[in-house]
């Protein structure tokens, strides 16, 4: 029964990503970093597959915010930010009821937190922020920052670092950095930035930049869609990783229809089974 809930909660939170072209992969890669670095540190496997678990599940508040806000191209306006930032009490409120909301209730609520009390919902110190929020909020913001988004292209992960040193010991743990420093040394990383589930190299449109869902199944010639610009593109592989080719363009709502990462889905089971009975 647990396993099963489990998989409804990954369920869960894919449908939710499933809403924003730009985001495909973030959350599977949230959660890969998250168990790394709690490994890395010393943590349990119990504990590390808890926190890559969190990591899935951080962003499922962004049901709540309306598309034009969560997919616009500019910069929010203060009004907008406000919107933003209501997603971690939404998500909140969505878990509690589920019978293994004490599992992830801390991350979906407190990943925007920082250590100096700038951070939101609730502005809490250094003391009052869980330790899986304080892993999951440092590398949700590695992740965002390279990755791309609709207002920017991803950065390299070099000046993505900078931007976590800056924040060392203000908004995020100066240990944690510090160990996932180590990491990005070791190349650990790298299997997972720039992939949208296991072994699967993001893809996106060349046009407009969100990401196209591509299965491990796809072959040279398999023909994908881009939701946002409706672009249709052929595949082609060139080495490790497909490039995208425009084709043409479709209408066809069946074709723009979201997908659910069952890559990822998949793969993260065998993490979690038989982990919380």
């Not at 349990?44 to 899935?56: D, F, N, P, T």
């Not at 609709?150 to 950065?155: A, H, L, S």
């Amino acid at each position: 029964m647990t396993d099963s809930l489990i998989k409804s909660l990954l369920v869960l939170a894919d449908a939710v990503e499933a809403r924003d072209p730009y985001t495909g992969g973030h959350i599977w890669r949230v959660s890969q970093f998250s168990k790394l670095l709690a490994v890395k540190i010393g943590l349990s496997e119990k504990e590390a597959v808890q926190i890559s678990l969190g990591g899935y599940l951080h962003d499922l508040g962004k049901i709540g915010i309306p598309d034009d806000i969560l997919k616009k191209k500019g910069k929010l306006s203060e009004e907008e930010y406000a919107v933003i930032k209501t997603h971690p009490l939404i998500g909140q409120n969505l878990i509690k009821e589920h019978p293994l909301s004490d599992l992830v209730c801390n991350p979906i609520l407190e990943h925007h937190e920082k250590l100096d009390g700038t951070g939101y919902p609730y502005g809490l110190g250094e003391d009052e922020i869980a330790f899986s929020s304080k892993i999951i909020g440092l590398v949700d913001v590695l992740d965002a920052l390279t990755s791309t988004r609709p207002y920017r292209r991803e950065m390299p992960i070099s000046k993505a670092f900078q931007i976590l040193d800056a924040g060392s010991g203000t908004h995020f743990d100066s240990n944690l950095i510090t160990h996932l420093k180590e990491l990005k040394e070791n190349e650990d990383l790298s299997h997972i930035i720039g992939h949208s589930s296991p072994g699967i190299p993001l893809v996106t449109c060349p046009v407009c930049g969100p990401v196209l869902t591509v299965p491990r199944t796809a072959r040279t010639g398999d023909v994908v869609f881009c939701r946002a610009c409706k672009g249709k593109y052929e595949l082609h592989l060139n080495l490790d990783k497909f490039d995208a080719e425009m084709v043409g363009m479709t209408e066809n709502p069946v074709e723009l229809q979201p997908e659910l990462n069952s890559d990822a889905v998949n793969e993260l089971m065998k993490d979690f089974v038989g982990k919380f009975g």
